[in-house]
């Protein structure tokens, strides 16, 4: 079974650029999460996808940030305007969606993120 | 506070020594507990879930859940050098329907030694 894909793995970009990761998560996993994960600090949710729906967003900096996951597999994280502070690694993870808290997240690589 | 704190690291033991690493949670009713190792570079990989007081083994790793204290541990006996890493705590903090909402503690590295 193929894990969690996401690309690219590392991006640098100068601050006020746009930039977007790409998530494919496990196949049958209905729910996808997006993290940040800053240097030393373990990770935050930015949001999270019941199939296409985003149910839990209140950590997502909507200003600049935006998430899709129109068809309800793959996800697009999107940050734009790049700010010094977004430097970071964003980790994308899926699960079953089982009902209750029993339901494991499993990781992507992530995409380290470098604002110059 | 935190709501999810680990003991500060690093912590270094020896080869075949007992790590020990623990976390505590401040919400009462949060009902699941993960522990992740994070290699250097590499993302979280879950390596132990416990849901009820207690403790779960699994191989080499026993995990403890104390919900009165608000407390989890885990322990890793006869460490190897391959152990090396960060060990993140995650809580589902609200449990129930709500699942999915895991708060992370900010790791502790573990370096075993030979």
């Known amino acids: 079974e193929a894990g969690v894909v996401q690309s690219p793995r590392y991006k640098i970009i100068e601050k006020k650029q746009p930039v977007a990761f790409w998530c494919n998560p496990i196949?049958?996993?209905?729910?996808l999460y997006w993290y940040r994960q800053n240097l030393g600090q373990g990770p935050e949710l930015l949001i999270r996808?019941?199939?296409?729906?985003?149910?839990?967003d209140s950590q997502l900096p909507k200003d600049r940030f935006s998430a899709e996951r129109l068809k309800g597999v793959d996800s697009t994280l999107k940050i734009q305007p790049a700010e010094l502070g977004d430097s970071a690694v964003y980790l994308c993870?899926?699960?079953?969606?089982?009902?209750?808290?029993?339901?494991?997240?499993?990781f992507g690589p992530g995409t380290r993120l470098t604002v110059l | 506070q935190k709501e999810v704190e680990q003991n500060s690291g690093p912590l270094s033991v020896p080869e075949g020594a007992i790590a020990s690493l623990n976390c505590t949670y401040s919400?009462?009713?949060?009902?699941?507990f993960f522990w992740y190792r994070q290699y250097s570079g590499k993302s979280p990989e879950l390596i132990m879930s416990?849901?009820?007081?207690g403790d779960k083994e699994d191989g080499r790793f026993t995990a403890q859940l104390n919900k009165a204290s608000q407390y989890v541990s885990l322990l890793i006996r006869d460490s190897q050098p391959s152990d090396s890493a960060t060990y993140l705590c995650?809580?589902?903090?609200?449990?129930?329907?709500?699942?999915?909402?895991?708060?992370f503690g900010q790791g502790t590295i573990l370096t075993v030694h030979p």
């Open positions: 993870a899926s699960s079953r969606g089982l009902a209750g808290s029993t339901d494991t997240q499993y």
């Open positions: 196949s049958g996993h209905n729910t």
């Open positions: 996808y019941e199939n296409e729906e985003a149910v839990d």
């Open positions: 919400d009462r009713v949060s009902q699941s």
């Open positions: 416990i849901y009820s007081n």
């Open positions: 995650a809580v589902n903090p609200a449990g129930g329907t709500s699942y999915g909402k895991l708060t």
